[in-house]
C-alpha cells in the first residue's frame, strides 16, 4: 500500500514535470521581452505585447485547484480543530495556525482575489502557473489521507 | 519519538480516542475488552487504535489473541511525564463528560 503509494506520486510527479518541460520553451519564447516589444517570428507564433493575455483555461485550472486546495485545508482545519478542543497542546496550537497561513495562502493564489482589486493581469507562466498549486494538492492530499487513515 | 506521539494524538481524526487509550494503559495494562468497556466505543476502533499505537511502538502486547494484554511500551514511558498534565485534563472532561466515575481505573 506504502509502495503503491509512492509509486503514484513519483509517477505523477514525473508527469507534471514532463509536461513542463515539453511546454517550456514555447511559453518561454513568448514572454521574452525582446521578442514581445518587436513583434517578431517567435517559436511560438508572432504575438505582440497588446495581444498577450493570460491563458483564461490556465486561469480557470489554477482558481478549480486553489479551490481543491482550500477544501482539502478546511477539511484539514476541522480534525486539528476538534482535536484542539480536546487536548489544548502546543502542538495542536502550531497544527493549527500552520493550517490557518496556508489557508490565506491559497486564498491569496486563486486567481480571481486579485481580479477582485481590479487587478487582472496575471503573470503569464503558462503551465507554471498552476505547477506549483498542484503539487500543493497532492501534498494536502497526503496530508488528509494520514490523518484520516490513522 | 515526542513528535511521532503528538501527531498521533493532535494530528489524526481518531486522536483523542488513542489519548484515553493511553491514559487507560499507563494507569493498568489491559486487553481490548477492558478497554472497549471503559471507553464506551466499538471493539472494532479500539482495536484499530491498539493496532496504530503498536505500529508506533508506543503499546506493547503480550498473550494471545483474546488474552491479549497491552501495555505502555519503554519509549513511551520515557516520555510519559510531557504529556502527563494534557492527558490528565483531557481524561477529566472525558469523565466528566461521560459521568463515569464508578468506572474509577
Redesign the interface.
Same mark, same amino acid.
Given at each position: 500500500m506504502k509502495r503503491k503509494l509512492a509509486m503514484g506520486l513519483m509517477i505523477l510527479a514525473m508527469i507534471v514535470i514532463a509536461i513542463a518541460v515539453v511546454s517550456a520553451p514555447s511559453n518561454f519564447a513568448m514572454q521574452s521581452p525582446r521578442g514581445m516589444q518587436e513583434g517578431t517570428q517567435l517559436i511560438g507564433g508572432t504575438q505582440p505585447l497588446e495581444s498577450v493575455r493570460p491563458n483564461m483555461l490556465i486561469v480557470n485550472i489554477k482558481a478549480l485547484i486553489t479551490l481543491g486546495n482550500l477544501i482539502l485545508l478546511l477539511c484539514l482545519l476541522f480534525?486539528?480543530a476538534?482535536?484542539?478542543g480536546?487536548?489544548?497542546?502546543q !502542538?495542536?496550537m502550531g497544527?493549527i495556525a500552520f493550517i490557518v497561513l496556508l489557508i490565506m495562502q491559497a486564498l491569496t493564489s486563486n486567481p480571481f482575489v486579485p481580479a477582485m482589486w481590479g487587478i487582472h493581469r496575471m503573470p503569464i507562466l503558462g503551465l507554471f502557473a498552476i505547477v506549483p498549486d498542484v503539487f500543493e494538492f497532492v501534498a494536502l492530499s497526503v496530508l488528509l489521507y494520514?490523518?484520516?487513515?490513522? | 519519538m515526542k513528535?511521532v506521539i503528538?501527531?498521533?494524538?493532535?494530528?489524526?481524526?481518531?486522536?483523542?480516542n488513542r489519548?484515553r487509550i493511553i491514559r487507560a494503559l499507563n494507569e493498568r495494562p489491559s486487553n481490548a475488552n477492558q478497554l472497549t468497556e471503559l471507553l464506551g466505543l466499538d471493539y472494532k476502533t479500539v482495536r484499530h487504535h491498539l493496532k496504530?499505537l503498536m505500529d508506533n511502538k508506543i503499546i506493547t502486547a503480550t498473550g494471545d489473541r483474546y488474552g491479549t494484554v497491552y501495555f505502555l511500551s519503554s519509549y513511551m514511558e520515557k516520555d510519559y511525564e510531557v504529556f502527563k498534565d494534557?492527558?490528565d485534563?483531557?481524561w477529566d472532561? !472525558?469523565k466528566s463528560e461521560k459521568d463515569i466515575d464508578n468506572k474509577e481505573i
Open positions: 480534525i486539528y476538534k482535536n484542539y480536546q487536548i489544548k497542546s !502542538f495542536a497544527l494520514i490523518s484520516l487513515k490513522s | 513528535r503528538w501527531w498521533l494524538i493532535v494530528g489524526t481524526r481518531g486522536g483523542v489519548a496504530v494534557h492527558l485534563k483531557m472532561k !472525558f
